[in-house]
């Protein structure tokens, strides 16, 4: 019996190299890639097999211009931008990647906290503005002080690891404690208020879920201990922007090292939104995004944090792995 062939388009930001790489695993099925995200006037009625990145949202209104689709690939762990519930009503199988190198993204968390910690960026502006002057760039050391996480799954837990290095003092909080992790890596769970009191330095990696969403805001913020850095390399949607932006004015928080952000597909110039009703949801959340990007404590970079030549080689044969077992009828890393 012959083998059937798929329609494949794949919406990914990929090096030519990466192209070709994936071009070569799919042999056989008929592929289009994009370099662009995901949107409606650029699908293929005929598609059967949608890869994505979470910068592409799979909604209803996309579920409903692919009529043959049968499985989305997310080339991500999170899968908080596709519309579950529709995929399920459809039948269509949606899976990720669990881990892809839970080093990768801890290791970036590591460095965001060391960056704003010792005020990195403003080093390295100042030397290149011609300015060989130390004055005002204070910052302190991570020895003894008390680092609270947030969410001790396989990312989580290699930041622990990583960061005990530093001689700290490690708390967390999960909804699933690993009490053999704690014991391993000789930290202690503790009650998220408690975490949020303790900590000097609060790192994130929880997924985004409703229970989890907003859960640093304003209510949050005033239980932090004044000068907190936080670390936020899990999703944008586990901050309220508002409520940090808040705080940073307060003088609560301390700095904030960002990979994400919420509602990333909003950002836009700050002079766009000089004209625009600022009353709209989406508009003020683009502009506390960008109040955000702007603050002199806070360093903010575009979600880059998995972007290493080893994850991202990880991340496709992951999910080259699961379209074939798809056709092989072994359903693998499905998200449920």
């Known amino acids: 019996m012959a083998k059937k062939t798929y329609h494949c388009q794949f919406f990914l930001t990929l090096t030519p190299d990466l192209k070709k790489y994936i071009r070569g695993k799919l042999r056989g099925h008929k592929l289009t890639m994009s370099d662009q995200i ?3 006037d650029k699908l293929d009625k005929k598609t059967e097999v949608l890869g994505v990145f ?17 499985l989305v690939l997310t080339l991500s762990t999170g899968f908080d931008h596709i ?16 881990t892809y190198g839970s080093n990768t993204v801890a290791e970036f968390a ?47 837990a290699k930041f622990i690891q990583m960061v005990r290095g530093f001689e700290t003092e490690i708390l967390a909080f ?30 994130l990696h929880l997924p985004l879920l409703d229970s989890t969403k907003h859960i640093i805001n304003k209510k949050a913020i005033k239980k932090m201990k004044p000068g907190v850095i936080i670390i936020n390399t899990a999703r944008g949607g586990l901050i309220d922007s508002e409520a940090l932006v808040w705080g940073l004015k307060q003088n609560i928080i301390g700095g904030a090292g960002l990979d994400v952000l919420e509602g990333e597909d909003l950002l836009e110039d ?18 506390m995004n960008n109040m955000l990007i702007d ?42």
Do not use: W
């Open 110 to 156: 590591i460095a965001l906290t060391l960056a704003v910690n010792r005020k990195l960026y403003h080093c390295f502006k100042r030397v290149k503005e011609g300015q060989y002057d130390y004055h005002g760039l204070r910052g302190s050391d991570l020895q003894g002080k008390t680092i609270g996480v947030l969410g001790t799954g396989k990312i989580g």
């Open 83 to 98: 519309d579950m519930r529709e995929a399920k009503r459809r039948g269509v199988v949606v899976c990720n990647v669990p």
């Open 174 to 203: 999960d909804a699933f404690p690993n009490k053999q992790l704690a014991e391993n890596f000789g930290f202690r769970y503790v009650p998220l208020s408690m975490l949020l009191k303790k900590s000097d330095i609060l790192s």
């Open 295 to 336: 603050h002199p404590n806070t360093i903010v970079s575009p979600h880059n944090a998995f972007n290493t030549h080893e994850a991202v080689r990880r991340i496709i044969d992951t999910s080259i792995d699961n379209f074939k077992a798809f056709h092989l009828g072994n359903i693998q890393n499905e998200v449920k």
């Open 270 to 287: 700050t002079l766009k939104l000089l004209n625009v009703d600022c009353s709209s949801d989406e508009t003020r959340l683009s502009l």
């Open 38 to 40: 995901l949107s409606l």
């Open 54 to 70: 979470v910068d592409s949202k799979i909604d209803k209104k996309v579920f409903a211009a692919l009529p043959k689709l049968k």
